[in-house]
């Protein structure tokens, strides 16, 4: 048997053999299993979405072509612009939030003199691992407007004016449902942010120490700027992750009451399935799409850039 | 744990250190509180809740745990999630490293024409494309069948394991790697005997990743499954919460059930978890 010189990375260029049919063919192989898979069940639904939406289909009788007439339908959908700034509220809350608290955490875990480091990151990573269904059942509990812990804490105090109906009540759904996708997301955050400022050069903060920085100094100007990569990744992933939120509203309110928790893929699920609408639920899959496209691909290009940091 | 013996470590106090740790010791219990309090809610009667909905229960009611797993069909929705998660996870696992070693290791035509096509799958989340995904389904009989979940996390698992096992091959020592070729192994032999041998850790976080991802997954099953007994355990939890809605007890004894095993798997597996689920998060997913 000749010997295979198929490798790529040698420090010699391929020789001319490499082209010839047995041996050319063996590495293409290797990957067919998955591009069958994977054209079979991703690339096929995602070119079926973009047809589905220039068809007017119950999802039963016969469909019907009706061009972008769905798109322009979805322009002037107060119900779609409603949900879509439920969630752009959601994504701004969400780069903020979890990814202070995150970094907080992160800081106190990393770079102080604590004890049981490792204890404290097992348990603050905890809710990471929970099904969002197991978290909002836990949160419809804490909400529960007559023995849940917040509004039976809040009585306790004495500050009975303060309790609330928390997710039935159309101004404070929405955050009351933030705090409970929080409660998870942070997690996230302050493990990203950990491995991060432990790749920082202790010698660095030793000199700034030397130099008489305080904790602001340090902070400011070692500390961040050596973790910025770590940031951009941070805050995109948390924008393309936190705008896709579905399971927890879903399971909780539905969107409601009324429409004031409705986010765009509960609206799509609502569109397809229970209205029957099928064409249009597929136009208001594609519209939200674009905007995970447009972060996704931002989030590639500046990954790329700041390759080393992470 | 070097940086503890650093000169500026050593100076700081025990006092301050302490101070820290209490800091920190507060701010768990914004975990550790709620899941105690299911837990104690989960072992009271309706009296108790009533009567006591913070205090810790003065009589346990165990029989909840018994009601619940009955009423709730836990243990056919564990052994749901269980058959989807292995075969996704090991589908995964293995036609991405077939793809990522040849991507990683061969150059051959429409090589960066096909990975490429392979990156479109990280801009796309898989929740835009249920709708399609259930006359998918439909069409080859798969509704209520749990390939209809399979399939689909399979596919969509394959692009960011490619592109993390694809970069982690490339960093493998090329010495060993031309050692194997001298020795005559075929290219199914390094893949075998030294590319899958050195990428265990990689592989692992891609597996660990996919789990997690895959256990927890809820739009799929929601959309594809509508039969009781094929139901995987959220969406059977999120049955359950509907169904009971007002006995608490039972309710968080359906929660403690659902989420005691993941904690215990994840503390005995801890350093893998995090770093499975960091390396797979950053995929945008």
């Known amino acids: 048997m000749p010997a295979r010189s198929l490798f790529s990375q040698s420090a010699l260029p391929p020789p001319a053999s490499i082209l010839r049919w047995p041996k050319e063919v063996s590495p293409v192989l290797f990957i067919v299993p998955a591009l069958v898979v994977y054209s079979g069940f991703f690339i096929y639904p995602l070119v079926k979405l973009l047809e589905l939406s220039l068809y007017k289909w119950d999802g039963i009788l016969a469909r019907k072509f009706i061009g972008l007439r769905h798109y322009q339908k979805l322009l ?40 049981g480091s490792i204890i404290f990151r097992t348990i603050f990573f905890m809710p990471q691992v929970f099904s969002s269904v197991t978290v909002a059942l836990i949160w419809q509990w804490i909400y529960n407007p007559s023995y849940g812990a917040i509004n039976v804490f809040l009585t306790s ?23 409970a996708w929080s409660w998870v997301h942070y997690g996230f955050t ?100 674009l905007v995970i496209v447009g972060f996704s691909v931002l989030f590639l290009a500046l990954r790329g850039v700041y390759k080393d940091e992470n | ?48 809740i009533i009567q006591n909905p913070l205090g810790l229960p003065e009589v346990y009611y165990w029989s909840n745990y018994a009601d619940a797993w009955q009423e709730g069909n836990f243990g056919t929705y564990f052994i749901n999630s269980i058959l989807v998660v292995i075969p996704t996870a090991l589908g995964v696992v293995v036609l991405s490293l077939l793809a990522a070693y040849a991507f990683a290791m061969f150059r051959f035509r429409g090589k960066n024409a096909l990975f490429t096509f392979f990156l479109i799958g990280l801009t796309v989340p898989l929740g835009i494309l249920i709708i399609p995904i259930f006359y998918q389904m439909a069409s080859l009989k798969l509704v209520n069948n749990l390939w209809a979940l399979i399939l689909p996390q399979t596919a969509v698992g394959l692009p960011f394991a490619i592109l993390l096992l694809r970069g982690f091959i490339q960093e493998l020592p090329k010495e060993i ?22 990428s265990r850790p990689a592989l692992l976080s891609v597996m660990i990743f996919n789990i997690v991802w895959v256990w927890n997954q809820f739009l799929l099953p929601v959309v594809l499954i509508q039969k009781a007994s094929a139901r995987t355990l959220p969406q059977g939890l999120s049955v359950f919460m509907g169904r009971y809605g007002a006995d ?38």
């Open chain 2, 1 to 48: 744990m070097a940086k503890l013996s650093s000169p500026s470590r050593r100076k700081t106090s025990a006092i301050q250190s302490m101070a820290y740790t209490a800091i920190a010791g507060c701010l768990s219990l914004i975990v550790i509180f709620p899941l105690l309090w299911v837990i104690a809610t989960s072992l009271k009667d309706r009296r108790q």
């Open chain 2, 248 to 285: 608490f007890g039972l309710l968080m004894a359906g929660a403690t059930i659902s989420f005691i095993p993941v904690v215990i798997v994840y503390v005995i597996f801890q350093r893998q978890f995090i770093k499975g689920i960091a390396a797979g998060a950053l995929s945008g997913i």
């Open chain 1, 157 to 179: 105090i004495g500050l009975e004016q303060l309790t609330q109906g928390w997710l039935g009540d159309s101004a404070l759904v929405l955050p009351a449902l933030f705090i």
């Open chain 2, 177 to 198: 790697l031309d050692a194997g070729r001298i020795d005559g192994c075929s290219n199914w032999g390094i893949l075998r005997f030294i590319v899958m041998p050195l």
């Open chain 1, 190 to 289: 302050m493990i990203i942010f950990i491995a991060a400022i432990d790749a920082v050069d202790e010698v660095f903060f030793d000199a700034a120490k030397v130099d008489g920085a305080n904790l602001w100094q340090q902070f400011r100007h070692i500390l961040l700027p050596s973790i910025r990569g770590a940031l951009t990744t941070i805050i995109l992933v948390t924008a393309i992750s936190s705008f896709q939120i579905f399971d927890l509203v879903y399971v909780l309110t539905r969107g409601g009451p009324g429409d004031a928790s409705m986010v765009v893929p509960v609206y799509m699920l609502e569109s397809a399935f229970t209205l029957r609408r099928v064409g249009y639920g597929a136009t208001v899959a594609i519209a939200m799409g």
């Open chain 1, 76 to 115: 002037g959908d107060e119900r779609f612009w409603e949900a879509l700034s439920h969630n752009f509220y959601w994504m701004i809350a969400a780069i903020i939030v979890p990814v202070l608290f995150g970094l907080l955490l992160a800081i106190l875990l990393s770079r102080s003199s604590m004890y």
